[in-house]
């Protein structure tokens, strides 16, 4: 019994001491702030939006040429033969599933490349963030507002060191010296 009360006491004071040794810190962080402020977050918006408004462009100049056809159709429905205005009317109807053929593949096609640069994205600035958080002694990095997170104190975000070293490394996970601790 003696032996079973010693070992319970060295353990229970070898619990606070192995307790103490681990980082207790947290920080979160706005990963939506680091994409829209940071140098590479702003080049991925504008490749992302360049992409996105020419097939926008493109989509206008299918809809010009559907209401183009369709005008035509109204405006020379009488004057034509049945056999000109069925052909007509194919054209159009042929038009208007290109455009939507074309609707969707533009929406997954920018959707996937969106992705792709998040990804990339997220590539590079993990690096950084773990670098921070191990110089500052951080136990937990949260994303502020993608972890449940209802509350957190700003002496505990870290985005704008963030921001500061990702931009400072060119958006490439290369190591920094140390940064300014926050407390």
């Not at 140098?39 to 462009?57: T, V």
């Not at 205005?85 to 290109?98: C, F, H, P, R, V």
């Not at 455009?99 to 096609?109: G, L, P, S, V």
Request: glycine residues 4%; without cysteine.
């Amino acid at each position: 019994m003696k032996k079973v009360l010693m070992t319970v006491a060295a353990a229970a004071l070898a619990v606070p001491m192995f307790a103490q040794s681990a980082p207790s810190r947290v920080a979160v962080i706005d990963v939506q702030k680091v994409l829209s402020s940071s140098a590479a977050g702003k080049l991925a918006y504008e490749k992302l939006k360049k992409m996105q408004d020419d097939r926008i462009a493109r989509a206008k100049k299918l809809d010009e040429e559907i209401s183009a056809l369709d005008s035509e159709i109204n405006t020379k429905k009488l004057s034509l033969s049945d056999e000109k205005l069925g052909e007509l009317a194919k054209q159009l109807s042929d038009k208007k599933i290109a455009m939507q053929r074309f609707a969707q593949d533009a929406d997954r096609e920018v959707s996937e490349a969106r992705d792709r640069e998040l990804a990339a994205l997220e590539g590079k600035i993990k690096p950084v963030i773990d670098s921070l958080g191990k110089e500052m002694g951080l136990a937990m990095i949260f994303n502020k507002f993608e972890s449940g997170l209802v509350y957190a104190s700003e002496a505990i975000d870290i985005t704008d060191s963030v921001i500061q070293r990702f931009n400072a490394a060119g958006g490439t996970p290369a190591a920094q010296p140390a940064a300014t601790k926050k407390p």
